[in-house]
Structure formats: C-alpha cells, structure tokens
C-alpha cells in the first residue's frame, strides 16, 4: 500500500516559487509502474491537476501551467518535487501529490495534501 | 479547457439513491472511458471510489456504481448512508494535450 506525504513551506511570497516535495513509501518510485503527480485545490474550490511524471523523468504538464511549472525526481530519495515560479495569490491552494497505475488513468493514492499561501 | 460541469448540491435521506451527474465534451468525457470520481470528506484527501466509468476499487462498497451516457457521465449512490455526506469530483482524462480534468465538485447532504 502506498503513502504520500507532501513537505515544504506553507507560505510564499508574491513572484516567487513554490517548492513542495512528495515522499513515497510502501513502494519504490523506481521500481514500479506508477506516474506521479500534482493535483491542487484552492481554498473552498475545485480540484486542477498541474502535471506528472514518470520515474525516468518524462513529464507531462497543464498546458495552462505549463509555463510555470516544473517537476522531477529523486529515485535515490523515494521523492518527486514540484517547483512553481511565479506565484500570485492565485496559486494559494491546498496541495496534493498522488499516484496513478497505468494504463488506468485515475488516481490511485493520494497524499494528505499541504496548504501554501501566497502572501507578502 | 473548463472543469466538467457537477451540480452544486445534492440531497436525499438515508436509504435512498442519489444520482450525480458530470458533464463534459467530446474532447473528455464522450470521448473516453476514462471516467473516475473520488470522494472527499472535510479536510481530508479525495478517495477514489470509481474508475473507468463503472469499476469500484477493492473496498468500495458496491452501493457505489457508474454509468456514461455520451458526454455526461454519473455517480449513483444507493442506499444512502450518513457516512457518505461529502463533497464528490468527477474526472476524466481529455487527451495527449490537456491530459485531465475535474468536475466542478458536488456536496452530497444526508438528510
């Protein structure tokens, strides 16, 4: 059975980037089959996936945070990241990493999920 | 590309069925059966509770089903139960360019 756990600051200043990390454990990112993901949710809304990635590194992005975002691996940690530049209060959300077992294209596992504010 | 479109709220009391429905494009919905809704209660994860339009991963209680009927797709739940009072999100994957998107959410009240 996997677990998630997301780690990082909780609050970020206007402009710069969010940084978050997922540790893994119950299974090795390398030696399974699995894609790993971001999915986040602002306060009181929706859910919106912002990307994933394979444990060889090939990713896939939210063509709509493409731009912005940017996420890799650790195999030697057991950990995925993800790095958002240029945050505006708008990237205020509750942030989830999670997993999914292709070729099923539903999320498996979830993380507890990490709240980051943006705020100076 | 917009979130699949929920209703906001639904409601019914214990021992009834409740149908949520999502509704998407021929870009994801209609054209794939990749259809999966994830439960989550208050401050907690979202649970997936189906996948591939009908299938109920190891421990959801089959009083969850699926159903898609061309671009919209729907969650039943029968025989309501107090424990299923959350808020409920469709997805659906939409292609090698957009990948995934969620619905809009919807509270289900037990009343």
């Known amino acids: 059975q996997l677990q998630l756990q997301e780690s990082g600051p909780g609050l970020v200043k206007p402009s710069e980037t969010l940084s978050l990390t997922c540790t893994v454990s119950?299974?090795?990112?390398?030696?399974?089959?699995?894609?790993w993901g971001w999915i986040r949710q602002p306060p009181g809304k929706g859910l919106e996936w912002i990307g994933s990635?394979?444990?060889?590194?090939?990713?896939y992005y939210n063509p709509s945070l493409k731009s912005r975002v940017t996420i890799s691996v650790d195999t030697s940690k057991n950990q995925f990241s993800l790095k958002l530049s240029s945050v505006t209060a708008a990237d205020t959300a509750l942030y989830y990493c999670a997993a999914r077992y292709p070729p099923g294209e539903q999320f498996d596992y979830w993380g507890q999920g990490t709240l980051v504010t943006v705020s100076s | 590309q917009s979130a699949l479109t929920q209703p906001r709220s639904v409601s019914g009391s214990p021992g009834q069925s409740v149908t949520i429905s999502c509704t998407g494009t021929?870009?994801?919905?209609?054209?794939?059966?990749?259809v999966s809704w994830y439960q989550q209660h208050p401050g907690k994860a979202p649970k997936l509770m189906i996948y591939?339009?009908?299938k109920r991963p190891s421990g959801v209680p089959d009083r969850f089903s699926g159903s898609k009927s061309g671009n919209t797709a729907s969650l039943t739940i029968s025989g309501l139960q107090a424990e299923d009072e959350a808020d409920y999100y469709c997805?659906?994957?939409?292609?090698?360019?957009?990948?995934?998107?969620f619905g809009t959410g919807t509270k289900v009240t037990v009343l």
């Open positions: 021929s870009s994801d919905v209609g054209g794939y059966n990749s």
């Open positions: 119950g299974g090795s990112i390398s030696g399974s089959s699995y894609y």
């Open positions: 990635i394979y444990y060889s590194g090939s990713t």
């Open positions: 997805s659906s994957y939409a292609g090698s360019y957009t990948f995934y998107v």
């Open positions: 591939d339009v009908t």
